[in-house]
């Protein structure tokens, strides 16, 4: 599986920036597509899930202001993200695993840098 995260970039405290992660060569066909984000120093922290049927999961620090989206026929997920804060500064990874209780992401983009300036 191959995952190409792109869309990061600089923006305003208060500004908009959306995210896309586009998959490549996945073989399991219920999955759930993740977005992960980290700053130095610190660990690698969820921001925001979609199932292969579109249930949604997001981080409490993220809810209202990020929405998470999927297109199935571009085998493409979004992170919109709006109200941007500067904490929400960081490197943001999307990751897929197949759907079910225990599964871990194995599959991890590149990473995309997101800078928020205050």
């Known amino acids: 599986v191959q995952l190409q995260a792109s869309g990061g970039g600089l923006v305003q405290a208060g500004g908009s920036l959306r995210l896309s992660c586009a998959a490549s060569?996945?073989?399991?066909?219920?999955?759930?597509m993740g977005w992960f984000r980290q700053t130095p120093g610190k660990e690698r922290e969820f921001v925001a899930s979609?199932?292969?049927?579109?249930?949604?999961n997001y981080a409490d620090s993220v809810k209202g202001r990020f929405t998470i989206s999927g297109d199935s026929a571009k085998n493409t997920v979004y992170l919109q993200m709006s109200s941007l804060k500067p904490e929400d500064t960081a490197v943001y990874y999307c990751a897929t695993r197949p759907e079910g209780v225990g599964a871990k992401y194995n599959y991890w983009g590149q990473g995309t840098l997101v800078t928020v300036s205050s």
């Open positions: 060569g996945r073989t399991f066909s219920r999955y759930v």
């Open positions: 979609i199932t292969w049927i579109g249930g949604k």
